[in-house]
């Protein structure tokens, strides 16, 4: 069994930057893909990022190549997620968890982008 806790959203104008943590409960966090997804309100969850066991292999969706940058720390059990250049369609609630996804959903994190 494997929880999460999404922390760091928050308001930030168009251009700006967060960064958001996901801290992991359980064993066995090391040996997941884990992975950050969002769901905007009325849209369905898709996922932003994804960071190998080892921290070797990344994905990005095309939506946030070169301005979302994803990392982990296996010792702490935390996956973070850099958010650079930040757009009004980037406001979204903010999740993480395995890829695919096999564990509950934690609570997410809102992030949302207004002048």
């Known amino acids: 069994q494997v929880q999460f806790v999404e922390s760091g959203g928050g308001l930030v104008q168009p251009g700006g930057s967060l960064r958001l943590s996901c801290t992991a409960s359980g064993t066995f966090f090391n040996v997941y893909t884990v992975a950050w997804y969002r769901q905007a309100l009325g849209d369905q969850r898709d996922i932003v990022a994804s960071i190998s066991s080892s921290g070797g292999t990344t994905f990005y969706a095309d939506s946030v190549k070169g301005r979302f940058s994803i990392s982990r720390d296996n010792v702490k059990r935390q996956v973070f997620l850099e958010m650079n250049s930040l757009k009004p369609e980037d406001t979204a609630a903010y999740f993480c968890?395995?890829?695919?996804?096999?564990?509950?959903w934690g609570q997410g994190t809102q992030v949302t982008v207004s002048s």
């Open positions: 968890n395995t890829k695919p996804s096999i564990w509950s």
